[in-house]
């Protein structure tokens, strides 16, 4: 508090050394004034050796903010700016090499905006009304965009990360200026940077959730107090690009419907995947990894958000066209990711709303994505050159080849268009192999030719297809440099489709009770590898129990990003895990499932017990699966105590997870329930009717 006392008074001096008075004039607030005392932003600032060099350009906004900023970096960065208000672009343009210098940056957060779109007079006058026709805009919007492309191509040529901060709003009653105004010159800007891949620091939407707090009354000036606010936000930009080199590339490639024992590395005595069976080795093998839920959607909505499906209110797979969808309040891996200067995609099925590539519902963007290629659910018609691919929210049509290893390739052409930017990256992969509908390309079936039954060979080519792509996208990383510094995630969303017994649906649980839509094992159990080069020790494997949401609080503990603290984060760090030891878990493992049978919709594991109960949780089943790792015996009338305790904590979670989601889930429940009934009474009619 002290510290932000002495940033406060400092910015004080500021302010008074930009106007003329305690009170600023409105009508004059652009004009440039003699100080009465030296402004400290413009003072000389002395290098310390080894510190990274920041370069600050911007108008009089800037020059507020400088100061503190330049506190809060003490001893971590060399903050520099020009000693001179930036102006709008035409100064820009003029003085740009000026200000630049003959030194090098490391990184240059810069502005132009709030003098290009004030209103000037005929003869040059200051700040005119902008409902006189006779009166314009210093820089008009099409000469703002041109101005903004040359000084970006000469800001590209320092060499330094670059760091956009859009222009500020423009309140009501400030004169010379148009409300509105400041968000047009903005999306101007966005589209300008968005093309040169540079990071754009959204100060706009910052100001504007506080902006009656911190901005001086019909004013484009702020406060000591907002100014300090300012400083904040920007030392935090500034201070994750210098600090972007340590922290890690993050990818989470999942696959669909693929059972436990689906996988060479994890016993299957036929199916072909030399990439992960290799991959496996570098890095750490999990023998009981778990998807958050027994069905798809569930499981991709806990790796985004770190909260279990009920709570973050994707509680059943999506119907396309239904009101499900992950929303906006939940707080997602990906947006959380971007705002701390990650650049991020998705490639693959989505299957996270039921309108899909529609305003109505969240799309993949709105979550945080800066680019994704992405399907509802399945591809279609088939995994062979589908025709229902969406790139950022325009439809592409038939893509040749296999889908897997169209995400692969997309991943990849993306990675390679902003390898300039200096920013880690986060890549969602989520293939649509093995799910129904497969269909195999014939090389990928080639191993299989001595298996008489097609829907074996079709079943095995998919998993030997998804692993050539999982090995494209490997190859890759390591040839653009990546591999070093890339946190690589694999597993599934949950336990293989059908019975295993005929048509293509022949995934393997590897001995493992139950299949996809199940509470036991087999339905919620699945692969889980882990490499990550000089922090996972290669070769190794654990037998720890980890799922799904673990994800969202591993990634978070590794890059540094505070859990938020305003709902319940189901997900435990694996950071000790990767290291060798235990994991401090709050929350247990807990799966729902309606589809599940209705004896077995509802389980919960602590330690080697695990409990599974009846959708009204009255029934109950018991297993240790240290002792019992296939469920075969129910061990809860021989283990009253572990029972009992398991049963209470149960039932007591399960309340607490499902008044903390929406309730969409009952209004589908009273269907079911409606249904049933109707069966049941058109039953009992038949069997009292003559």
Avoid at 47 to 53: E, H, N, Q
Avoid at 114 to 135: R, S
Avoid at 520 to 541: F, L, N, Q, S, Y
Avoid at 627 to 632: G, K, L, P, S
Wanted: charged share 25%; hydrophobic share 35%.
């Amino acid at each position: 508090m002290k510290r932000l006392i002495e940033i406060a008074a400092r910015a004080l001096t500021v302010l008074l050394a930009m106007t003329t008075s305690a009170s600023i004039d409105a009508k004059a607030q652009d004009k440039p004034v003699a100080p009465k005392e030296p402004n400290p932003a413009f003072a000389d600032v002395i290098d310390v050796a080894g510190l990274p060099r920041v370069l600050l350009i911007g108008d009089s906004i800037s020059i507020g903010y400088t100061v503190p900023v330049r506190d809060l970096l003490q001893g971590k960065a060399n903050v520099h700016r020009p000693k001179t208000n930036n102006g709008p672009t035409t100064a820009g343009l003029r003085s740009i090499d000026e200000w630049l210098g003959n030194g090098s940056w490391d990184v240059i957060h810069f502005n132009w905006g709030l003098h290009d779109l004030k209103y000037m007079g005929p003869d040059g006058q200051n700040l005119t009304d902008p409902g006189d026709p006779k009166n314009h805009q210093q820089v008009p919007p099409e000469e703002y965009e041109n101005n903004l492309q040359q000084l970006v191509e000469r800001l590209k040529k320092t060499g330094a990360r670059l760091i956009w901060r859009n222009t500020t709003p423009v309140p009501e009653g400030a004169s010379g200026r148009v409300v509105g105004d400041a968000a047009k010159y903005n999306a101007i800007a966005e589209k300008v940077m968005k093309e040169h891949g540079i990071e754009i620091h959204d100060l706009y939407s910052f100001v504007q959730t506080q902006q009656d707090k911190i901005m001086l009354p019909a004013n484009v000036h702020f406060t000591k107090e907002g100014y300090v606010a300012l400083g904040q936000d920007v030392a935090r930009v500034i201070l994750n690009a210098l600090h972007v080199s340590e922290r890690p590339n993050v990818i989470v490639f999942l696959t669909d419907d693929q059972g436990w024992g689906d996988l060479g590395c994890y016993g299957h005595p036929r199916i072909q995947s030399p990439h992960l069976d290799h991959f496996a080795s570098e890095g750490l093998r999990l023998k009981q990894c778990y998807s958050a839920c027994s069905v798809c959607s569930p499981s991709r909505s806990a790796i985004l958000t770190g909260r279990t499906p009920y709570r973050n209110g994707v509680w059943r797979w999506i119907p396309e066209g239904s009101q499900y969808h992950l929303r906006t309040s939940e707080i997602t891996l990906p947006k959380l990711l971007k705002d701390h200067g990650y650049d991020t995609c998705h490639a693959g099925k989505w299957h996270l709303n039921g309108l899909f590539n529609s305003d109505q519902q969240p799309q993949p963007d709105d979550h945080g994505y800066d680019h994704w290629l992405a399907t509802q659910n399945n591809a279609a018609p088939n995994h062979l050159n589908p025709e229902n691919f969406v790139r950022n929210r325009e439809a592409v049509g038939r893509i040749e080849g296999p889908s897997s290893m169209i995400c692969a390739k997309e991943a990849l052409q993306w990675l390679e268009s902003r390898k300039q930017s200096g920013k880690p990256f986060f890549l969602t992969l989520w293939t649509h192999e093995p799910h129904l509908p497969i269909e195999s390309a014939e090389e990928y079936m080639k191993p299989y030719a001595d298996i008489e039954d097609e829907g074996i060979r079709q079943h095995h080519g998919n998993i030997t297809q998804m692993d050539a792509a999982f090995g494209h996208l490997m190859t890759g990383i390591e040839q653009l440099g990546y591999r070093d510094n890339t946190l690589v995630i694999f597993t599934a969303d949950n336990g293989p489709e059908g019975d295993g017994l005929k048509g293509r649906t022949r995934g393997s649980t590897g001995g493992l009770r139950g299949r996809k839509r199940h509470s036991h094992e087999g339905g919620i159990r699945v692969p889980g590898i882990i490499r990550w080069p000089g922090h996972v020790a290669a070769g190794t494997e654990s037998d720890t129990p980890v799922i799904g949401s673990d994800i969202f609080t591993t990634v978070c503990d590794i890059v540094g990003i505070p859990l938020p603290t305003d709902r319940t984060i189901d997900g435990a760090s694996l950071v000790p895990l990767l290291a060798g030891k235990t994991i401090d878990r709050k929350q247990p493992l807990y799966w729902r499932n309606h589809l599940a049978p209705e004896a077995s919709r509802v389980a919960m594991r602590v330690d080697d017990w695990k409990i599974i109960g009846s959708d009204d949780l009255t029934k109950f089943e018991l297993y240790n699966l240290h002792a019992d790792w296939q469920e075969t015996t129910d061990v809860s009338a021989t283990h009253l105590e572990e029972f009992a305790d398991l049963r209470d904590r149960l039932i007591a979670y399960d309340a607490s997870v499902l008044v903390e989601g929406p309730d969409w889930w009952k209004d589908e429940i009273d269907v079911e329930k409606k249904a049933a009934k109707k069966k049941a009474s058109g039953e009992k009619e038949k069997q009292t009717t003559p």
